[in-house]
């Protein structure tokens, strides 16, 4: 994945810090080593902001940013993976990690569609949440071992690449010399 690409997407620090509402990050902002595009920090970004996107946490975003800081992994990209689980995606994923969770509890699932959803106390919507929860949590580190190891097998595979063309082109030279 090459560095050029990346930075298209990816904002960058001096952008973030004329958002009015970010002055509070400001120390945060500053500190290049989070902003840095490499096989490693872009590695353990997709790692973290894929296992936020899978677990249900309120602020899910702020938790994901936290972690990223903490490990030195590329802030803006571990806080953009988070948008994985979005309004389309949330439904598959979280009935997904349901029946995953049911499975790995060796519960039986429930009929959803009859559930009064309007009822937090709902004895049946309470029973769901242990497999719920174990669902998200199992389809979290498998996602996070996945993006992980995806970013790096393509930044690897990409670099991989450029050296195979930079040799394929100075053979050429070689050859046009002659």
């Known amino acids: 994945m090459p560095k050029r690409s ?6 960058s620090p001096t952008h973030l810090k004329e958002v009015k509402g970010l002055g509070f990050l400001k120390n945060v902002l500053e500190r290049r080593e989070l902003w840095h595009i490499s096989r490693t920090s872009i590695a353990r970004a ?51 990690a349901y029946l995953i969770g049911s499975a790995l509890l060796g519960t039986p699932p429930i009929d959803v569609s009859a559930i009064n959803w309007l009822d937090p106390l709902n004895p049946e919507i309470l029973r769901i949440w242990p497999p719920f929860l174990l669902g998200c949590l199992v389809m979290g580190i498998a996602c996070a071992f996945v993006g992980y190891f995806v970013a790096d097998g393509l930044w690897r595979f990409r670099i991989s690449q450029r ?5 394929q082109r100075r053979r050429e030279r070689k050859l046009s010399r002659r």
């Open 163 to 167: 050296i195979a063309e930079r040799a």
């Open 46 to 96: 997709a790692a973290i902001g894929l296992f936020c996107a899978m677990v249900p946490l309120p602020g899910q975003m702020i938790v994901a940013v936290l972690i990223a800081i903490r490990v030195g992994a590329n802030v803006p990209l571990s806080f953009s993976l988070i948008f994985v689980t979005n309004p389309l995606t949330m439904p598959v994923i979280y009935v997904a």
């Open 6 to 11: 990346l930075r298209k997407f990816l904002p």
